[in-house]
């Protein structure tokens, strides 16, 4: 029974009090009928609760990776062969769109570390949009780092997406949800599952647990995205989850999500907040604008373009992709193609920069990633 406690506290409970929290967030951010709401807020309830109540909250990561499971399973409905072949046809324009996205990090993280002294590598691993727990692991093997500066900009910066895009996609500014998109996606019933779906969930699970001892990058995510697109292309037929599977998927992750930041643990809070911020809303404009690009070159809605381009996760921006019927299999692409990109081709790149800049930022601080 040791295992059902943590420094004298019964892990359940403390499960059961976060779940509380989650629900009730959800519910009142559903009243007010604000995008993703059970998404949102079970995140923002959840932060509250972790600092106003009694209890310490708690929410083991296999429910947050289950959420993923069922995020994976809709976003790979999505993959037919015809969106395959449109997303090889569309590789050189993916890749353009990443460089110029991380152009603009580089560029707004040299203005961050002009204005606090925080030395570049610091606030250049912080600004990437490359996945929080990616950008934190490799934070952790290079030397000179704050790792609590760049875990507070990467969260900083998820919060601003996951609250701020889902504002922006419903505003006047794209003319409403899924403006220009012939295919919709709309949430199944009941009544329309098939015995498949049994399949689907063994099939994702496990391919989750196999991304998970390959390495891969949000494997829960991943893995049911390729085991989904497989079986459908073997002809297996999924159906779609009804809405009560979706709602359950953003209060996995958002009651998760409200539990990652942690401002107490960070230095001069005022500042780094505040350029976080600004940094965030730079990464934002700069996606808008390439979404337009997006638009002309290839067609899409400009909702569709956005979110493909959007400095955000491949989970997020697919479960708002679903909401607002945008085209799941480009958002979910290009998304897909920047995560591989930036684990695979920025980490070598950061440190051969890193080795050059942390001696000049040593002898600026006087100590190697101190302020």
Known sequence: MKSLYFNGEHLAARILFTLAWSLIGGYLFSLIHLPLPWLLGSLAAVMAGSRIGKVRLYWPQQLR????????????????????????????????????????????????????????????????????????????????IDLTVVTFIQVTRLLMIVFCIPLLVFSPLFHGPGTGEAVRHTAGSWHDLSPNIFLF??????????????????????GPILA????????????????????????????????????????NKARVSSLSILTGAGLITASFFLGFILVKLYGASVVTSFLSVAPGGMDQMGLLAQEVHANLSVVSSYQMFRIFFILTAVPPVLRWLFKRRLPAAKQVNGKEGTP
């Open 65 to 144: 990776n289950a959420g993923l499971i069922i995020v994976g399973y809709t976003i790979g409905l999505s993959f037919t062969k015809q969106a395959i072949k449109e997303m090889v046809l569309q590789l050189p324009l993916m890749l353009s769109v990443t460089v110029l996205l991380l152009l603009a990090s580089a560029a707004f993280a040299w203005v961050v570390s002009k204005a606090t002294g925080i030395n570049y590598p610091t606030i250049l691993t912080g600004s990437i949009p490359g996945g929080l727990s990616q950008m934190v692991t490799l934070a952790e093997e290079m030397k000179g």
């Open 201 to 222: 969930a063994v099939m994702c699970t496990v391919f989750g647990m196999l991304g998970k001892k390959l390495k891969l990058p949000t494997p829960f995510l991943l």
């Open 228 to 267: 989904t697109c497989l079986l459908n292309l073997a002809g297996v037929g999924g159906s779609r989850l009804p809405q009560l599977f979706i709602d359950i998927s953003q209060i996995l992750m958002g009651a998760y999500l409200g539990l990652m930041m942690k401002p107490e643990q960070l230095k």
